[in-house]
């Protein structure tokens, strides 16, 4: 959908391999390869982001994110940071499009679009947006297991490969645990909480993530922290004691598996699924 406005980040030498940030990308040249795309102009990044809004919006339905109006992703403006374009209030995720996303301010203000927006999630949103500048996008919804843990109150072990892409980046807050989020002040303790991590697990609520590079990347660490709830409570179950991964090897995992490249890089799988056989999502 962004050929003309997209460069890829190879340059125009096009026989010379392109700049690795991660051992998972080709050193060979030539070989097809997602790239992380640059933009011209402040127009074109926006429809990008707007465009991966909402097929993040799709993959959480086909996730089986859904709870009623309850859940809600948001992405900062990047040609207005004070504002973010968020899922309409009341659109079931499957049906939210380009054409219906809302863009509102740090006040919960309606400044583009003709539906309201969420009350808990622009409580919520808005307090990490505004107090974590360097925060693009981020992600709540109200799913099965990521609810069920948090209501252990406590962090992710390393249990897998895919537990440690969170090792020692994400916390457990326990601050208005179970208190729906529709007063202004109640999204600070979140807010402060993604200063130095990705996700946010919270006691009695659910998980949240964000991230600093994009809105691919949260929503992929949303689904991989929901599947890592899902493997922590199937070990519990059990009544076995896991082996845990230890911490060299923990930190080795995150570092290769766990950085934002790779989210971005994770969800380019589920865009390409949902390009070819969604095509509504662009109206």
């Given at each position: 959908m962004l050929d003309v406005a997209e460069k890829s980040v190879r340059g125009a030498d096009e026989t010379a391999a392109p700049t690795r940030e991660s051992i998972y990308q080709p050193e060979q040249a030539g070989l097809e390869f997602p790239e992380v795309p640059v933009f011209d102009t402040p127009a074109a990044?926006?429809?990008?982001?707007?465009?991966?809004?909402v097929a993040a919006c799709r993959a959480f339905h086909l996730h089986g994110f859904d709870y009623g109006f309850a859940g809600h992703i948001s992405v900062r403006d990047p040609e207005h940071p004070n504002l973010y374009w968020t899922n309409p209030m009341a659109v079931h995720f499957n049906q939210v499009k380009?054409?219906?996303?809302v863009l509102a301010d740090h006040e919960g203000r309606v400044v583009e679009g003709r539906h309201a927006v969420n009350r808990a999630g622009f409580i919520l949103h808005a307090a990490?947006?505004?107090?974590?500048?360097?925060?693009?996008?981020v992600c709540h919804a109200h799913?099965?297991?990521g609810t069920a843990y948090a209501a252990l109150g406590e962090p992710l072990a390393p249990i897998s490969q895919d537990a440690c892409a969170f090792w020692n980046d994400h916390q457990v807050v326990t601050d208005s645990a179970g208190k729906v989020t529709v007063m202004e002040g109640q999204g600070n303790p979140l807010a402060a909480a993604f200063a130095e991590v990705r996700a946010v697990i919270h006691q009695n609520h659910g998980l949240l993530t964000a991230s600093r590079h994009s809105v691919d990347d949260a929503a992929f660490w949303f689904i991989a922290l929901e599947r890592c709830c899902q493997q922590a409570l199937a070990v519990k179950a059990t009544g076995v004691a896991p082996k845990l991964v230890g911490e060299e090897d923990a930190r080795h995992s995150r570092e290769h598996v766990g950085n934002d490249f790779?989210?971005?890089l994770h969800?380019?799988?589920i865009w390409n699924d949902l390009q070819a056989t969604q095509p509504d999502m662009f109206e």
């Open positions: 990044e926006r429809q990008h982001r707007k465009e991966r809004l380009v054409s219906n996303l990490i947006h505004e107090e974590n500048p360097e925060i693009v996008a799913t099965v297991y790779i989210g971005w969800f380019q799988t």
